[in-house]
């Protein structure tokens, strides 16, 4: 089975702190995605990555910024966190299959900036 | 930029009963896919149907995709209380490996 991590499931921080969120996925997949969950928005792509050190600005890709160093690790970054970027944060995987584009979840991380 | 918008935004049904979910999108697609979220948890992907098909069945879920009314419908019979969660319709797009999800409809089943 495809497993993806995040590494924390709940996180605290205060406005203007940098924050790292990391996911690691173990089944060798090409793309990677995050992105950011609110009531009533549904799922927003904030960046997603197709290679190791390539990367692709999502639909709101303002005030984040991504690492991609390793295939497997995939990190969204806040600079200088603040309580608009209080949200679940998802991060997704899936293989490069033309036609076959199933995006794998990791749990989530909810995030609270305080 | 929003592509799949679902209805309704909420459901409560029985156990037993049929629950249906419709989702509208914009432009062409490659495929149409239906997730499931558990509450505070990762999504899971339940079904694809790709656009040359009109109907798709996996156990009690059966997809429809009309892609002249761009709309596809998720049928899930005989609920069941475990079924509670909310489900999103995601859209493939040509030449792209990124999904477009839509808001998701809130399905609450009570035993």
């Known amino acids: 089975d495809v497993k993806v991590t995040q590494s924390s499931r709940y996180l605290v921080k205060r406005t203007g702190e940098k924050v790292f969120l990391e996911c690691v996925q173990d089944m060798d997949h090409e793309n990677m995605f995050w992105y950011r969950q609110d009531p009533g928005l549904g799922l927003r792509l904030i960046y997603f990555?197709?290679?190791?050190?390539?990367?692709e600005k999502g639909d709101i890709p303002e005030g984040y910024s991504v690492s991609r160093e390793k295939k497997e690790r995939f990190s969204l970054i806040l600079e200088s966190a603040s309580t608009n970027q209080t949200s679940m944060y998802l991060c997704a995987s899936n293989p490069i299959i033309t036609g076959i584009d199933t995006q794998y979840f990791g749990p989530g991380t909810r995030l609270t900036v305080l | 930029s929003q592509q799949g918008e679902e209805d309704p935004q909420a459901l409560s049904i029985q156990e037993g009963e049929n629950a249906t979910m419709n989702c509208s999108y914009k432009t062409s697609i490659n495929n149409l896919q239906w997730y499931r979220q558990n509450s505070g948890r990762g999504l899971v992907h339940l079904i694809l149907?790709?656009?040359?098909?009109r109907e798709k069945h996996s156990g009690r879920l059966r997809v429809t995709l009309d892609t002249s009314k761009k709309s596809s419908s998720l049928l899930i019979t005989a609920s069941r209380a475990a079924d509670t969660a909310s489900y999103f319709c995601a859209t493939g797009l040509y030449n792209t490996d990124k999904l477009i999800f839509g808001t998701g409809t809130r399905l609450q089943v009570f035993p």
């Open positions: 149907i790709r656009s040359n098909e």
């Open positions: 990555s197709y290679d190791v050190k390539m990367k």
